[in-house]
């Protein structure tokens, strides 16, 4: 597909759920690359899970920011509150909104579903309305909404790799349909409005100072507690873990290759509107992932060399909500913006062990 470039120096950007996990890294990547222009971070500091990383990733972000000749501003707030948004949106006139706040977590939907529906429908509503109003009275308005979608959409999918042509309308937990929705109305919004619109569906991200409610994380909370971790489906489980590193650098260039606006025949346009798998495209086997995980623990001190992991570990069935294999077919991003994820779970790993093992010393 076309793109149209954007060059985001000097630009007005909106980073919605910064400082979460991925906006933090992505805001820290945007204050590197800017010489000049404003980052919004806005983020209601939800506790889902421990607000004292939002707070450290914040601090990162803080620091970044004080040598940047950027500026970062950060706002408390809800994406569900539809005046805070427009009068961001009237204050800061953004040139480009990457929308990552969301209400993540696929098994946390079973027993908190209104949350899913207050974030991921109605904050994901108030961004499509107020980039459409962006162009109000012939203003020049927003030139690219980014959002997150997620490789859950894809549910059940038996073909694998998953590619984005592949039909997605039968998701299995409250979460995935939510992100199916954004992807729906960003479509209607990119048809009535014009607005260039890029989808992407994140593959299962880790790293350093990532997220305690995914497993790698909360499974080493577990063993360095001494308690016991659970093992899904016996451990027959496929992931394509994405290092976010990787998924920095896919959402950065993603940023900048806006999906070209035409005319269609009728006169109207031809929504200007894509969307992207970011996924190594190499899905490890989580028994290996594991065990990966343990020796690169041990490696930074975190545990003991003589931990007994097999009397640390249980093998359970299935949980609801969750998928046994996700593959990304990671193509079209190469062929559009030129990256495929490249970072293995070696690498990824051991930089998560060192970071937990300074952060929790
Ligand atoms: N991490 C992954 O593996 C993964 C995979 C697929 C998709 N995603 C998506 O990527 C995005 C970022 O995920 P993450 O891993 O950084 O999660 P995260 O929970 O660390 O970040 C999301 C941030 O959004 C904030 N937030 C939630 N609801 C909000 C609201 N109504 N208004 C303002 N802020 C709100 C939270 O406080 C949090 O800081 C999410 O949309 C998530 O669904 C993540």
Not at 218 to 247: H, Q, V
Request: hydrophobic share 35%; aromatic share 12%.
């Amino acid at each position: 597909m076309n793109k149209t470039k954007v060059d985001l120096n000097g630009k007005a950007i909106l980073v919605t759920g910064s400082p979460g996990f991925i906006g933090a890294n992505l805001v820290l990547r945007l204050l590197k690359e800017m010489t000049a222009g404003t980052i919004v971070s806005l983020d209601n500091m939800n506790d889902y899970y421990d607000p004292s990383l939002k707070d450290y990733r914040l601090g990162m972000i803080e620091k970044a920011a004080s040598v940047s000749s950027a500026a970062h501003v950060f706002v408390k707030g809800s994406i569900a509150d539809k005046e805070l948004v427009d009068r961001l949106f009237a204050e800061y006139k953004f040139d480009v909104v990457v929308n990552l706040a969301a209400q993540a977590g696929v098994r946390y939907s079973i027993d908190h579903p209104d949350v899913y529906i207050e974030s991921n429908l109605i904050g994901f509503y108030n961004i499509l309305e107020a980039c459409r109003h962006s162009y109000d009275n012939g203003e020049k308005g927003v030139e690219h909404l980014v959002y997150a979608s997620s490789s859950s959409v894809y549910g059940g999918n038996k073909k694998v790799p998953f590619s984005t042509d592949d039909k997605v309308d039968n998701p299995v937990s409250l979460y995935a349909a939510t992100k199916k929705s954004n992807e729906l109305l960003a479509h209607s919004y990119c048809k009535l409005y014009d607005i260039p619109a890029t989808g992407l569906r994140f593959f299962t991200v880790y790293g350093p100072a990532g997220r305690p409610d995914m497993f790698y994380f909360s499974a080493t909370n577990t063993l360095a507690n001494d308690g016991t971790i659970k093992i899904f489906n016996y451990g027959d489980m496929r992931r394509d873990f994405t290092y976010i590193d990787d998924i920095v650098e896919g959402v950065y260039r993603v940023m900048q290759g806006a999906p070209e606006k035409a005319k269609g025949e009728d006169g109207l346009p031809v929504p200007p509107y894509a969307i992207y798998n970011i996924g190594g495209g190499q899905p490890e086997n989580l028994l290996d992932y594991i065990s990966t995980l343990q020796e690169e623990l041990v490696r930074a001190g975190v545990l003991p060399s003589d931990y007994d992991f097999e009397g640390h570990r249980q093998l359970v069935g299935m949980q609801a909500g969750d998928v046994p294999v996700t593959y990304a077919d990671a193509a079209a991003l190469e062929e559009d913006y030129g990256f495929t994820p490249k970072i293995g779970i070696r690498e990824g790993l051991r930089k998560f062990a060192e970071w937990y093992a300074e952060y929790y010393k």
